[in-house]
T-cell receptor
Framework: GQQLNQSPQSMFIQEGEDVSMNCTSS?????WLWYKQDPGEGPVLLIALYKAGELTSNGRLTAQFGITRKDSFLNISASIPSDVGIYFC??????????????FGAGTILRVKS | DAGVTQSPTHLIKTRGQQVTLRCSPISGHKSVSWYQQVLGQGPQFIFQ???????GRGNFPDRFSARQFPNYSSELNVNALLLGDSALYLC????????????FGSGTRLTVV
């Protein structure tokens, strides 16, 4: 089945540093999504990407949809303590008529030192 | 506007029992999907429902079933619970016909003992 390889597994960074994480797949996707999940909560959508090559920003977050449609990255600039959490990439494969069947990566745990 | 609401928030069941989890989508969202998230992993797709019909099913055994009601709310049922069914069960609603609007609820934490 489809799998997403998300890296790194975890990061422990200094407040103010930039962060980068990425996802790769052996299959192509027509949508890439990045979510953040806090303890005891469901994933919250951060950025959605719908076209190969698309670069989208949301405040200090920037994400790109890879040209090959098999990868995506998420950058966080000038990290702050509230950025801690688990970040997930998710992809939607072509041919999913009704949408919403997402394949998730295993997550990147972000810890920030203040 | 209310987001996706799920009930109950926590549940403890014994092996072999049956459980029903409930989800109300965002108003106007007609598609509901269910995901299972085991501790330390990303969510895994279980089902998608749209207009009361199953539109997609993940790699889960027949012990898992779901349905969608005319008001677009949904229930997930799991029979003959196993210890391995312990997980956070997430519901997501979306607008069909657009790629936007993938919104998750806070989930139901199921513990099987």
């Amino acid at each position: 089945g489809q799998q997403l390889n998300q890296s790194p597994q975890s990061m422990f960074i200094q407040e103010g540093e930039d962060v980068s994480m990425n996802c790769t797949s052996s299959s192509i996707f027509n949508t890439w999504l990045w979510y953040k999940q806090d303890p005891g909560e469901g994933p919250v959508l951060l950025i959605a990407l719908y076209k190969a090559g698309e670069l989208t920003s949301n405040g200090r977050l920037t994400a790109q949809f890879g040209i090959t449609r098999k990868d995506s990255f998420l950058n966080i600039s000038a990290s702050i303590p509230s950025d801690v959490g688990i970040y997930f990439c998710a992809g939607q494969a072509p041919g999913v008529e009704y949408g919403n069947k997402l394949v998730f990566g295993a997550g990147t745990i972000l810890r920030v030192k203040s | 506007d209310a987001g996706v609401t799920q009930s109950p928030t926590h549940l403890i069941k014994t092996r072999g029992q049956q459980v029903t989890l409930r989800c109300s989508p965002i108003s106007g969202h007609k598609s509901v999907s269910w995901y299972q998230q085991v501790l330390g992993q990303g969510p895994q797709f279980i089902f998608q429902y749209y207009e009361k019909e199953e539109r997609g099913r993940g790699n889960f055994p027949d012990r898992f079933s779901a349905r969608q009601f005319p008001n677009y709310s949904s229930e997930l049922n799991v029979n003959a619970l196993l210890l391995g069914d312990s997980a956070l069960y997430l519901c997501a609603s979306s607008l069909v016909g657009t790629q936007r609007g993938y919104t998750f609820g806070s989930g139901t934490r199921l513990t099987v003992v």
